[in-house]
């Protein structure tokens, strides 16, 4: 492909870009295609000779967009967001055309300063402690990973590093039992052994229990297990609860433990006031991660991840061969030193063209817009008979099931609400997930897409509506 072409195609990928962003509320929400479907269409073989773009972008639409799950639909309510918007995309053209690496200040000064600056402004936005410094991480799950590992460090003196898990080997990390996965492979990769990570009780609300992570601390102490580490969730994946902040941050201060706060899905509600309730307790925590990527309409992936001792970061991650030694070293942030990765993508960018084209206000007003029609949604299924809250609503997730009053056999209402969740994302018109409260299945309904409106819930509030009555009358 030559120039020429290239700004042909690119013009017409922009069209279809701008069509199907458009009318991405009629495809199927949920894929429909079979196990393999895919895979048994596709040429066992790659082409010998190049083939002409019309071709690609041909079999791009008709085999490949069938088997895509449509996360920027506007009825997509499942696990949580991965949001994209306009300016997004844009920088992100732009940031696939520019293709640098991001390793180091001097393989681009720009790419560093920016996020330098950018995690800056989230720093005030969110009302996070002034003095942190941050990085863009690829994922939540890496930025944990990164947390666990500098704890690691700090408490073995930099000594796994430099010489294996020698006489360590018992150390131990904390979080509840509704914590996100990503912290059981962290401890995994970290080499501290599943078995050291510890899972305290949580509430009624599903939040983690102050008193049982201090019993937990001191039982280990008291058998010679040495905490190094707490992970507190603000906003659990399943149901969105939120640990007590302040409490954890004091037993971590009495035990010196390393607080972890994971608000992967939660942080981005920090940026309205209302809602820094949940950082109360902040000023002592080590680390801190919360993904833009989810529920701030920037493309995956973008994760900001903050640390209160930056130095601490710095020693656990430094490398330095000869052929990265550069000049500048010292006066300027080398991200390959704040996380596993060495190449970088550019992805302060993105970033910045959304925190600048939307406006903090901007941000503020659609988070706002989505909580309200939430807030209807939770209204709505409050008032019906038949249905009911699994949890208190958290900002703009709703976990509720169906539940007929003369029915109170738990296996069968799992079992009813597993068909109806099934029947519902099979039609294509709306896709949701579940989770499981305290052992109850339990439909969730994140209301956060870039391009939701309140007709989206209305409409799919009554399809679940139907569908349950459609499959209560047939097990009933
Ligand atoms: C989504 C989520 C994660 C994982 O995020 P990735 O960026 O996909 O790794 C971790 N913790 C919580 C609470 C989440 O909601």
């Keep these: 492909m030559d120039s020429k072409s290239f700004r042909e195609n690119a013009h017409r990928v922009v069209d279809w870009m701008a069509d199907y962003l458009e009318n991405v509320e009629k495809f199927p929400v949920k894929s429909q295609v079979a196990p393999r479907e895919i895979f048994d269409r596709l040429p066992a073989e790659a082409p010998q000779e190049g083939e002409s773009f019309d071709t690609i972008m041909e079999d791009f639409t008709t085999l490949i967009v069938p088997g895509i799950t449509h996360w920027q639909s506007p009825k997509f309510f499942a696990y949580f967001p991965a949001n994209s918007s306009y300016p997004s995309v844009l920088a992100e053209m732009l940031t696939s055309t520019l293709a640098a690496q991001c390793m180091i200040w001097d393989t681009s000064p720009a790419a560093a300063e920016l996020e330098e600056k950018v995690l800056n402004w989230l720093k005030t936005m969110l009302g996070l402690p002034q003095s942190w410094n941050g990085a863009i991480q690829d994922s939540a799950s890496s930025a944990t990973l990164v947390a666990v590992l500098t704890a690691r460090e700090k408490y073995s003196l930099y000594n796994i590093n430099e010489h294996g898990f020698k006489g360590h080997d018992n150390y131990r990390i904390y979080c509840s039992t509704e914590t996100h996965s990503s912290v059981e492979k962290a401890v995994k990769i970290a080499g501290l052994g599943r078995s050291n990570l510890v899972k305290i009780d949580v509430d009624h609300q599903l939040a983690m229990v102050p008193e049982k992570l201090k019993e937990a601390i001191e039982r280990d102490i008291d058998e010679g297990n040495r905490p190094i580490c707490v992970v507190a969730a603000l906003g659990t994946t399943g ?220 409409e799919t509030w009554e399809l679940l509506q139907e569908t349950a009555q459609q499959v209560g009358d047939v097990l009933l």
């Design 239 to 458: 149901t969105v609860a939120v640990d007590p902040l302040h409490e954890l941050a004091d037993i971590c201060h009495k035990y010196n433990v390393w607080l972890h706060v994971d608000a992967a899905y939660a942080g981005s509600a920090l940026i309205l006031p209302e809602y820094r309730w949940m950082i109360d307790g902040i000023d002592s925590v080590d680390s801190f991660v919360f993904n833009p990527h989810k529920w701030l309409f920037t493309n995956f992936d973008c994760s900001a991840y903050f640390v209160r001792d930056k130095e601490a970061l710095l020693q656990t991650f430094e490398i330095l061969p000869e052929y990265l030694k550069t000049a500048s070293r010292g006066q300027v942030n080398d991200y390959r030193d704040w996380g596993v990765q060495l190449g970088r993508r550019f992805r302060a960018l993105k970033l910045w063209f959304v925190i600048r084209e939307y406006g903090v206000k901007g941000l503020q007003a659609t988070l706002k817009h989505h909580i309200h029609i939430a807030r209807e949604m939770e209204n709505a299924v409050l008032e019906h008979p038949d249905f009911e809250l699994m949890t208190q609503r958290m900002l703009n997730v709703i976990c509720f099931r169906y539940h007929p009053r003369e029915c109170n056999d738990i296996d069968f209402l799992n079992k009813m609400n597993e068909k109806i969740l099934q029947r519902v994302n099979k039609s294509g018109k709306a896709f949701l997930t579940h989770t499981k409260v305290r052992g109850q299945y339990t439909i969730r309904m994140v209301i956060g897409q870039t391009r939701v409106e309140k007709r989206h819930v209305t």
